[in-house]
């Protein structure tokens, strides 16, 4: 199995011919830009959210990371930057329907190798869960199915075991689209409110899978879901982090 360092080649290439935008700007990828234009996470981040830092010793201003936040995931933990063929590709699977499922549960698999600090004592991987009649498929499903596959190993929830969603909610990238005040927010603890936990999480360790991370609302929310379900622990785990410029609160 490889490692995640085997993924990680540096500045983003020029894509190739195959890989012209779509009409919706989002582009299909081929695997070898995919390889080559994979950006990994900045030298320098933070612990608890993997957003990028200054310097070594600067401070992440991001509001759950700060003492005393209502933090209820342990730690959040990306596989590379959304940005450069990642975040192509993430979008290319998410709002065109190209298959990167597999690859992307690869790429979670070599992660995972890569770091059993975090994986050791995991009891239950569960993604985090799409809304029913989703017309652009269940990916976040999809993800955590290719995932078993690939690793069979691994504690994954098959869809609908361990957390279901009940209901569409409203969208936390569209309220950050258009600039609505607290409605990230508010729509991350919609989703989890729309959520029902299906198996018995009590006193399980948790790896929640989900594909992008940015503010961390709504994986926080989520985990405390899971959290007042009885789990002991959640940690998170997305394919990748959004570089962001985020509010103290």
């Known amino acids: 199995m490889a490692t995640t360092e085997s993924f990680l080649t540096g500045a983003a290439l020029p894509l190739c011919a195959q890989c012209l935008p779509l009409r919706d700007g989002a582009r299909h990828i081929c695997q070898s830009c995919f390889h080559h234009g994979f950006q990994p996470l900045a030298e320098h981040r933070c612990p608890l959210c993997s957003q990028s830092l200054t310097g070594p010793d600067a401070a992440c201003v991001n509001w759950l990371c700060k003492p005393g936040a209502d933090r209820a995931f342990t730690a959040a933990y990306a596989c590379g930057l959304y940005t450069g063929s990642l975040g192509a590709a993430i979008s290319a699977w998410k709002y065109n329907g190209q298959a990167w499922a597999g690859r992307f549960a690869q790429l979670l698999e070599a992660w995972m ?137």
């Open 113 to 249: 190798t890569a770091h059993p600090e975090v994986m050791n004592g995991v009891d239950l991987v569960v993604g985090n869960p799409s809304a029913p009649g989703r017309t652009t498929g269940r990916h976040i499903e999809d993800l955590a199915a290719a995932l078993a596959a690939v690793a069979p190993h691994r504690p994954v929830a098959p869809a609908d075991h361990a957390l279901t969603k009940t209901r569409s909610t409203p969208s936390s990238a569209a309220a950050r689209r258009e600039r609505i005040p607290g409605g990230a927010l508010a729509a991350a603890h919609a989703h989890a409110d729309a959520l029902q936990v299906t198996a018995d999480v009590t006193g399980l360790r948790i790896l929640l899978l989900d594909d992008v991370l940015s503010s961390g609302n709504q994986v926080n929310a989520v985990a405390r879901r899971l959290l007042d379900a009885g789990a002991a622990d959640v940690t998170v785990l997305v394919l990748a982090r959004t570089p962001w410029k985020p509010r103290t609160h």
